[in-house]
């Protein structure tokens, strides 16, 4: 079979390509403050064409493109005449798969018609080609300016949502899609699929039909009050300052972004974020805090269906709860929201090897890393990779007892008890006082692999030091049991 081509991404400006960007940017900003919209645009053009994955370029550009017509949600009245030539290279350059040619192609139609929604349909598959999903989430959201019930744009911007495990906003995306079209089966069974948060408020909802609320599926729908409240103004005024003093630091940026999550303005964060990706040259701290801000809402789903979870046994197990009915712990089944947090554990630990990979490729002397990165591998059973992280994890003393115990697991996984016991047994004399949890871990792998391997008379003897310490533990009692009794038969 030939090999695959290797997905395509957005290039990596280089420093000069970097620099002419910036210095673009600021004139662009200038320009705009004197309503000089061609000449901005024309600028902030040039930038996203050097810096195709920079956010805070895109946006800016849009948002002067719609200043431009004064946000008339139609763009310039001869736009149906001079676009359609751009619209079809914007196509052609899709079908050959030159993503970054469409993007250039679809920004021209854009700069007649800011709101054009087949054009930034386009835009957003060519972005989530190039692995750019913030900015595809982005030009879908923009659309919905004009297009709020669109089943077609909702149902793109649903699936960016799935993929980013964002199940709640998709939620309301798929609920619009059924409304606009209430036969759509894959709209009433996303629907169902993904309600792993709470119940839609009807307000809110209504207001996302109507499209009166300007994001109600991107988060960015900030409390009126939270804004208003002076001590998030009274701190975060000093540190924008401070960012249009000196807009190179990236730990400015930083500071400013935590703010807005203590203040549950996630939005916000991730847009100063993306604000100093430019100014910073990509600065690696905060591409580190985009890839934890983007694991929060997967988090946050997590805990919501863990939470039904433990609501839905506890009505099992009262008697009394046995006539409620219509509340929202019914809207799934048990094994409905155990394979919903199945495939939310995984997405989770998908994105934190690829989180402690950066890491540790950037910090290769940080062994923490190494075994953080080792102990995600070994869950999505990438054993031989697990294995070499956590081989390299193992020099270090301080983690020595840990990443040996792991690597018994990956062995053992992988059916060599030899080097699966030796490890077990490094980590057992490694073993710092005090760690009692590792103590019968260790004596409990031991004890059950030495039993599946034939050697019971040294299985016992670990399962009865396993026992003196916690005879519960793991049904090492019971094990103890049938070990003995096998040994006997023999």
Partial sequence: MPDQPAPPSAPTPTADQRRIAQDSFTKAREAITNDQYDYAISLLLTCCRLDPANFFYRQTLRKTQKEKFDNNLRGSRFAFLTTPRLKARVKAAKRNRDYLKALEHAEQV??????DLGTQLDMAEAFDALNLSDLAVFTLDQARQKHPKDATLNRALARQFEKRGDFKSA?????????????????????????????????????AASGSKESPVLNRIESRAAEKTDKLARDADPLRKRIEADPTEPSLYVQLANLYRRHGQADRARATLQQGLGPTGNAFQLQLELMDLDLAPVRKNLELTEGRLRKLKDRSASADDTTETGTDVAELSEKELQQLRAKLLKEINAREIDLYRVKADRFPNETQHRIELGTRLLKADLIDEAITELQTARRDERLKWRAAMLLGVCFRKRNNWRLAQRNFEEALTALPPGEDGGRKELLYQLASGCAENGDLPRAIDLGHELANLDFGFKNIGKLLDEWNDRLQSA
Wanted: with cysteine; net charge negative; aromatic share 6%.
């Fill in 110 to 115: 854009l700069c007649r018609n800011p709101w």
């Fill in 171 to 207: 939620i309301v995306l798929w609920q619009l899609v059924k409304e606009s079209n209430p036969t759509d089966v894959e709209a009433a069974h996303k629907a169902k699929d993904l309600a792993a948060s709470d119940t839609i408020a009807k307000g809110q909802y209504e207001e």
